[in-house]
C-alpha cells in the first residue's frame, strides 16, 4: 500500500503559485491506475483536484501533457479536465488539473457518443504531420518533429525509435531479422492513401476514455500529434477495446478507408514495442508476430 502523502512546504508554495490552490491542510486519497506517476484526488474545503507528482526530473512530461490537453480542449468535442498548474522544486514535479466524476464506457449510448465526439476531433485538421513540441507515448519520448508525408514521419519519429530502443536492450529475433526490411515496404502501403493531418489524441485505449457524470465523452493522458486517425481506431482495439457501437457509429459518421486492418497492425506495432520497451519481454513475442506477419503480406 502506498504511504501517506507528504509533501513539503516548498511543494506546496509552488503549486499555490502555480494554480493559486492552497493544499497546506489538503487532504490527498491516492488514486490507483497509473504506472508512471502517483496521483491523488486532492481535497480543499468543499472542492476536490487531481495530483500528479513524480520526480523533479519529470516535469518535461507534465509540461508536455498540459500542452496536449489544451490542444484536445480547444476542440470542444470531449470534456477534458482542466490544467490548473503545473510545475516543479528541487524534488518534485507536479500537474494540477480539475478532478473529473468520470466512468468507463459501458452502454451503446456510451459508445455512440464516443464515436460522434472523436469524429469531430478528427475532422480538426492541419498542414503537415507532427505536433510543434515533442511529447511523450507512456514515459517514453516521443518525437513529433513535422513533417509533410505521413508514411516517413511514422518510418522515422513512431517504429524506428522504438525498434532502436528494443535492440539496444537485447531483443533482436524478428526484430532484427525482419524490422529493417518491413520498413522498407511501408511506403507501398500508402501509395494512394495519404490520410489528413487529424488531430490524434495518441494513446487512445480505453483506459484513457471515459464518461463524466452529465454522460459527456471525455479523455485524458494524452500523446498528441497530427497524423492519420486510423491510428486512435487502430489503438481503441489494441487493450480491451470499446463498446461495439462505437465502432459501428464512428464508421457511420466517417467511413473507413480500405486497407484499414493492414494500417492497424502497422500503428498498433508502435504501442506493442513502447510496452515491449517499458514493461519488458512478455511483449517480445506479440511484437516478433506483428513484425514477421507485417513483412510476409507486404513483400507479396
Not at 107 to 134: I, K, M, N, V
Not at 143 to 153: C, K, Q
Not at 189 to 202: A, E, M, N, T
Amino acid at each position: 500500500m502506498e504511504p501517506p502523502f507528504k509533501f513539503s512546504a516548498a511543494l506546496a508554495q509552488a503549486i499555490l503559485h502555480a494554480s493559486g490552490v492552497d493544499v497546506a491542510r489538503a487532504t490527498f486519497d491516492p488514486v490507483s491506475g497509473g504506472s508512471i506517476n502517483m496521483a491523488y484526488r486532492v481535497g480543499v474545503g468543499d472542492q476536490s483536484f487531481f495530483l500528479k507528482r513524480n520526480r523533479a526530473d519529470a516535469l518535461p512530461m507534465f509540461e508536455a501533457e498540459a500542452d496536449g490537453l489544451a490542444a484536445l480542449a480547444a476542440i470542444g468535442a470531449f470534456r477534458i479536465p482542466r490544467v490548473l498548474g503545473c510545475g516543479a522544486t528541487d524534488d518534485d514535479a507536479f500537474l494540477l488539473l480539475e478532478h473529473l466524476d468520470l466512468r468507463p464506457l459501458a452502454s451503446d449510448e456510451d459508445g455512440l457518443r464516443f464515436a460522434e465526439a472523436l469524429a469531430q476531433l478528427h475532422h480538426d485538421t492541419g498542414a503537415h504531420y507532427g505536433w510543434p513540441r515533442d511529447n511523450f507515448i507512456g514515459r517514453t519520448p516521443q518525437i513529433n518533429t513535422e513533417s509533410d508525408g505521413w508514411a516517413r514521419f511514422f518510418i522515422l519519429h513512431r517504429l524506428t525509435p522504438q525498434l532502436e530502443r528494443a535492440r539496444a536492450k537485447g531483443y533482436a529475433g524478428a526484430l532484427g531479422r525482419d524490422a529493417d526490411a518491413l520498413l522498407e515496404r511501408v511506403p507501398g502501403l500508402f501509395v494512394d492513401y495519404r490520410p489528413p493531418p487529424s488531430l490524434l489524441h495518441g494513446d487512445l485505449w480505453n483506459g484513457n476514455a471515459a464518461i463524466d457524470d452529465t454522460g459527456r465523452p471525455a479523455i485524458f493522458d494524452p500523446a498528441v500529434y497530427r497524423g492519420d486517425r486510423d491510428a486512435d481506431l487502430a489503438m481503441s482495439e489494441l487493450f480491451g477495446g470499446f463498446p461495439h457501437s462505437f465502432y459501428v457509429a464512428y464508421r457511420r459518421a466517417w467511413p473507413m478507408a480500405e486497407g484499414y486492418e493492414q494500417r492497424k497492425t502497422l500503428y498498433n506495432l508502435y504501442h506493442v514495442l513502447n510496452h515491449l520497451n517499458l514493461f519488458g519481454r512478455g511483449y517480445l513475442g506479440q511484437a516478433e508476430r506483428m513484425v514477421r506477419g507485417l513483412y510476409q503480406e507486404l513483400r507479396r
